[in-house]
């Protein structure tokens, strides 16, 4: 199956926020082309909610045919995150590269150059596109803000 016969719900549902004249080729190339670096650092990633957070927005991510780069430590999981395993967070996601969308990579970059960045929790960033988005919460809530990156 292509990219483009697995994208094809989210190209449908792009539809409603893009010119008329693009066609599913553009919208697919878009999509697969644009860079999103994810950051968190140990502290956000010690807990289980943390390890959840990142990996559900690394496969959010990738199911859209994104490419994912990773800016975290090597921390070991503390709990299954269905459908990656192994010992190292990092790794495991790095090797789910490829495995929703075809050309939708997962790898970890210190040296990225995004179109879009996440934060996880209070992560400090210096990647200096000017904004990130950053996924937070609290025991009884969580929230998505953007803030500008200080360079």
Not at 102 to 125: E, H, Q
Request: charged content about 20%.
């Amino acid at each position: 199956m292509t990219a483009l016969e697995q994208l094809d719900r989210t190209i449908l549902l792009c539809r409603d926020y893009v010119a008329t004249d693009l066609t599913d080729h553009e919208i697919c190339h878009s999509l697969q082309s644009t860079r999103v670096l994810c950051v968190a650092d140990l502290r956000n990633l010690s807990s289980l909610s943390g390890q959840t957070c990142l990996t559900t927005l690394v496969f959010l991510l990738s199911r859209m045919g994104m490419q994912v780069e990773l800016l975290i430590p090597d921390v070991p999981m503390i709990s299954s995150q269905t459908p990656i395993s192994g010992k190292s967070l990092s790794a495991a996601l790095a090797g789910s590269s490829e495995a929703l969308i075809t050309g939708a990579t997962v790898r970890c970059d210190p040296n990225s150059n995004p179109d879009l960045t996440f934060a996880i929790g209070d992560t400090k960033i210096d990647n200096g596109n000017g904004f990130c988005w950053r996924l937070h919460g609290t025991d009884w809530d969580g929230a998505l803000t953007i803030r500008t990156v200080e360079v």
